[in-house]
C-alpha cells in the first residue's frame, strides 16, 4: 500500500520566490543564520528584527509573507513571542506566523494554539522542519477565523490531516487489532440465514 504525499510536503520554489520572511529573533547570529539559510533557499527578501518594537515597525512597513518569531523575543511583556502574537490578532492580522521555541512543551504549544500562531518549530532548528512549515503556511494557507473567543488559523484541518496521516502510517497494536476483528459467536450471529 503506498501512502501519497500531503500537498503541503512538496516543495513548490515559486512560492519562495514571492514571498518576504521577517526573522524576528532575539540572538543576533541565528539571525544571521536564518538570513543566510532563507537567501540560499530562494526567498528573495529576509528582513530582520531583534525586539518585538522593531518586529511590529517592519510588519507594517515591510507587511511580510511569514513571520519567524522567536518565543523569548526581546521587549515584549512577559519576555515571549507569544504576547506580540496575541497583539496581532487582536488588531484581526491574519499574518503567518511560525513561533521558533527551544522546548515546547504541552502548555506552551497549547498557549500558542490560543493565541493564534499557525505553526511551531524547536530550536535548535532542523532545516527541514522549518521547509516544512513554511511550505504549509505558504502553500496550503488556513482559513483565518475571527469569533468572540478566538482569532487566529483554523485548525480543524490540520488536526484531521495529523490525525489521518498516523492512522496510515501506524498498524494496530495486536490487542486492538483483535478489537476490530469480531468474534467468532459475532461473526456467527452476522451471517445470513440458510435458504432452503
Known sequence: MTIQEPKSRR?????FRRSTILVAEGDRGLRRTLRDVLLGMGFPSIVLASTAAETMR??????????LLDHKLPGTNGSDGLTLTRRLRRDNDPLPI??????PDVALVAAARDV??????RKPLSMEGLVLRLMHVLQVP??????PGFVGPDRRRLVDRRRNERRAETPLPPEQERRQKPSRRTAERRKPPKSA
Not at 511560525?98 to 522546548?103: D, K, N, P, S, Y
Not at 493564534?116 to 518549530?121: A, D, F, L, R, Y
Not at 488556513?142 to 469569533?147: D, E, T, Y
Request: aromatic share 4%.
Open 11 to 15: 516543495i513548490d520554489p515559486s512560492a
Open 58 to 67: 517592519q510588519i507594517v512597513e515591510q507587511r511580510p509573507s511569514v513571520v
Open 98 to 103: 511560525i513561533l521558533m521555541a527551544t522546548a
Open 116 to 121: 493564534g500562531v499557525n505553526e511551531i518549530v
Open 142 to 147: 488556513r482559513k483565518f477565523i475571527r469569533s
